[in-house]
């Protein structure tokens, strides 16, 4: 008698079906980890971006440097910037400048010296010991109630109730900008309140507050910033990282320079 073979064509139709929607629910289940994925990307591209424009103005002045050499002339020496440094208690680059002149005096004073290709172990351990103290106490001391001055120089979504912001320091006296832009998550009521309309003589400059968190962190093998300087090198075997618990963003009024109360954090 032939074997029909309906009942096993019926069997896999049905185990077809049944894992119809096995790669649909692969996909929704992996959707929360490709959009968090995806912003650390971002996030890391705007850091090379930064970084990488900085390398390149480097580069550019020591070119000019190399070109007046070979040409007989006195060698121009590069300028260290190619922006003001803004003071500590007006952007995170401000702070990371003080948190690496603290540094250099920590370091002139340590009877233990940085460790070189010809230390011994006993020396290396004794600086390690030393350096591993000062960035517990500095993590402490440099964290810090800011109010910045600021402008917002773009935005992108983060979820529904925030999204990333990222702030370009603004030298108020000069009405410049300074330092570096740097990228925050901030509520979607903060910065809706921020952009409401106000008089036409107002300062688009707005008041950032919120908690400095620095993270200085120990690295046996940083002794030197790198192309990219990424993370911040404060100095031999010592980087830092930093983190921001937003508190508030407030309009800066233009008149006189006067402004709102920005202590008041956002809902």
Do not use: H
């Not at 007046?68 to 260290?80: D, F, K």
């Not at 404060?234 to 983190?243: D, K, V």
């Amino acid at each position: 008698m032939p074997i029909s073979t309906r009942p096993l064509f019926v069997l896999c139709l049905g185990l077809l079906l049944a894992g119809a929607d096995a790669p649909r629910a692969f996909a929704q289940a992996t959707d929360e980890d490709l959009v968090r994925e995806n912003e650390r990307l971002q996030a890391r591209v705007t850091d090379l971006e930064t970084a990488l424009a900085a390398a390149l103005a480097r580069i550019a002045d020591l070119e000019k440097s190399l070109a007046a050499t070979s040409s007989g002339g006195a060698a121009a020496v590069p300028a260290a910037t190619s922006a003001p440094v803004p003071p500590p208690q007006a952007s995170p680059a401000g702070l990371v400048a003080e948190i690496r002149k603290a540094f250099a005096a920590a370091v002139a004073k340590n009877p233990n010296p940085v460790p070189t290709a010809t230390s011994d172990e006993d020396e290396r351990i004794r600086y390690v010991r030393w350096l591993n103290k000062w960035i517990a106490s500095s993590n402490r001391a440099f964290r810090d109630r800011v109010d910045w001055p600021v402008r917002i120089t773009d935005r992108r979504p983060r979820s529904n109730i925030d999204q990333f912001v990222t702030f370009q320091p603004w030298d108020i006296d000069r009405d410049a900008p300074v330092g570096s832009p740097f990228e925050i998550a901030v509520p979607n009521r903060a910065v809706e309140r921020a952009d409401r309309p106000r008089a036409d003589d107002a300062s688009p400059t707005l008041l950032l507050g919120g908690v400095f968190i620095p993270e200085l962190r120990f690295n046996a093998d940083r002794f030197s910033p790198g192309p990219f300087d990424n993370p911040p090198f404060i100095g031999a075997m010592a980087e830092l990282t930093w983190r921001f618990d937003f508190q508030g963003l407030s309009p800066r009024i233009g008149i006189a320079g006067a402004t709102e109360d920005a202590s008041n954090p956002s809902p």
